[in-house]
């Protein structure tokens, strides 16, 4: 990867990884794009950022002639919690927006990467140590229009020789950006509301284990598929990835550690939690590990302790709570 553009790069991926990718290659050689514009952001300020709505397949291509790139991170996407309250944009938002990105990577020979995620799993997928290669009958919109990019990334490959590139996505957990609608989204809300108001009712329901990763592991996972050694690659464009396993009591007693009067309850949604019970309780990322050396370094009480501190550093929460080291 020598010059890349990046889409949906105000999101919750997009803008840390743009900030990588300066650092990592250049501040010339990274285009963030969104839909939108967040004229303060890091992202929009301190490199290039353009406007481009990805459904507009012309001004796509003009801006990858413009910026002479040659690899696509393709990020904008509806996720899987706003996925279900507006399932036939979901449809047309996912499955569209890729459908262009393809072709631009076709016609101009650009390598590609883009996430899919847990959520390309259903009820009828094993729920433990979820195989890379099984059954796959997801029940949310989101899901599906995951499991269709998946095999149009495939069909890309093999028809026309595209190098199409990818990982399956558990819950990303990060202290710089909110998240943008997802089921694991709890995970994150849950440090928030312990510095500030040292409680927090979960919105999934105890007990259900879903598979999550720090932003930074998933950062440097992307870097590293998209330089892997393209001849060692057998899955190319699905790799389950993960790097922790836990319910909402678990984080809620790691937090506890830290913030021992930190007061934790439920309040289930009931469409969320639907959705959490038709993913995984765990991935198996043996494929990743062997064919592009995926690792990561975070586990839940290492992360605890970086989203905490990082957060109380931003001035999230009051004064007077101490943190336990
Ligand atoms: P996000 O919702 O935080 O950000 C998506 C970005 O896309 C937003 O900034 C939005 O403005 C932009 N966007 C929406 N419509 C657009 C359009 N028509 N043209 C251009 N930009 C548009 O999403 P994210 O969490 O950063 O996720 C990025 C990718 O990673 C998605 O494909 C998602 O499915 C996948 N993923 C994310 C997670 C996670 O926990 N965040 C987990 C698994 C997979």
């Not at 393709?74 to 919690?81: C, D, E, F, N, P």
């Not at 950062?219 to 790799?239: P, T, W």
Request: charged share 25%; glycine share 8%.
């Amino acid at each position: 990867m020598k010059k890349v553009l990046v889409t949906g790069a105000l999101g919750q991926i997009g803008s840390e990884l743009i900030v990588k990718l300066r650092n990592e290659y250049g501040v010339d050689n990274v285009i963030g794009t969104d839909i939108r514009s967040i004229p303060n952001s890091e992202v929009v300020t301190n490199g290039i950022f353009e406007n481009l709505d990805v459904m507009d397949d012309k001004s796509l291509a003009s801006l990858c002639k413009k910026y002479e790139i040659d690899t696509v991170i393709h990020l904008a996407s509806l996720l899987s919690a706003v996925g279900e309250q507006k399932p036939q944009f979901a449809w047309k938002l996912n499955m569209g927006s890729l459908t262009n990105i393809l072709e631009v990577c076709r016609e101009f020979n650009y390598k590609l990467f883009t996430p899919s995620s847990i959520a390309a799993f259903g009820e009828s997928s094993p729920k433990d140590l979820t195989p890379q290669d099984t059954i796959q009958r997801p029940s949310t919109m989101y899901g599906v229009t995951k499991v269709a990019g998946e095999l149009l990334c495939d069909y890309y490959f093999k028809k026309f020789g595209v190098d199409t590139r990818g990982v399956r996505f558990p819950g990303l957990i990060s202290y710089v950006t909110p998240p943008g609608g997802g089921t694991t989204d709890y995970a994150v809300d849950i440090y928030y509301e312990a510095l500030k108001n040292k409680k927090y009712n979960s919105f999934i329901a105890s007990g259900t284990k879903m598979d999550m990763m720090y932003m930074p592991d998933a950062l440097s996972a992307i870097v590293d598929l998209i330089e892997a050694d393209g001849s060692k690659l057998i899955h190319r464009n699905a790799f389950n990835i993960t790097a922790m396993n836990f319910d909402p009591e678990e984080i809620s007693n790691e937090i506890k550690k830290h913030i021992p009067e930190f007061e934790f309850g439920y309040n289930v949604d009931p469409v969320r939690q639907s959705i959490a019970e038709s993913w995984p309780n765990s991935i198996d990322p043996t494929c990743a590990v062997e064919e592009w050396g995926f690792k990561f370094e975070y586990d839940l009480s290492k992360m605890t302790v970086d989203m905490l501190d990082k957060l109380a550093g931003k001035g999230i929460g009051d004064k007077n709570v101490s943190l336990c080291k």
